[in-house]
């Protein structure tokens, strides 16, 4: 009987450890708006990977869920498209990063504004929308701070017929 108790302890004790490290490591997320669209849609439901920026930071192209900043509340979902360091600039419908033409087969239509030349200060990072002409994001005049964003998203899991990993895409 003791050695019952014993190892019910040890197996209860594992799988709240495991269960930990789950919670520590993803989390789901439901997209509300339609800025991501066509790539992801209102109501479609994501893992989020929060593990992956504990050991390196958000790369160009990577889809990222971060904590609103400013005066915005929730949770935002947006394309990590210039890094600390980075020039970016809109112009004629065409995002350029550090003075190349990014090539982004994943939007819905060009943008139909421009943003002047500016300089991602350090541990800032530019995001935009998919739907580059009804989104809020760095557009706007806005950053995200490193510390705001909360992981990468990995895998759509609802509806079913979205499921599968999220695409990647490398920026210039």
């Given at each position: 009987m003791k050695t019952f108790f014993r190892e019910f302890l040890i197996t209860t004790i594992l799988a709240v450890v495991i269960f930990l490290l789950l919670q520590a490591s993803f989390q789901t997320f439901v997209i509300?708006?339609?800025?991501?669209?066509?790539?992801?849609q209102e109501g479609q439901r994501l893992v989020v990977n929060k593990a992956v920026y504990i050991l390196g930071d958000p790369q160009r192209g990577d889809v990222v869920i971060f904590d609103a900043p400013g005066n915005r509340t929730g949770d935002y979902i947006k394309r990590a498209i210039a890094l600390p360091g980075d020039t970016v600039e809109v112009k004629e419908g065409t995002v350029y990063i550090n003075g190349s033409k990014a090539d982004e087969p994943y939007i819905k239509d060009s943008p139909s504004y421009t943003l002047e030349s500016q300089k991602i200060p350090a541990n800032m990072?530019?995001?935009?929308?998919?739907?580059?002409?009804?989104?809020?994001?760095s557009h706007n005049g806005w950053l995200v701070p490193r510390q705001n964003i909360i992981g990468k998203a990995w895998l759509s899991i609802w509806p079913v017929d979205e499921w599968g990993v999220v695409s990647a895409y490398s920026l210039p």
């Open positions: 509300y708006m339609s800025s991501m669209e066509p790539n992801f990072y530019f995001v935009l929308g998919d739907n580059r002409n009804n989104s809020d994001d």
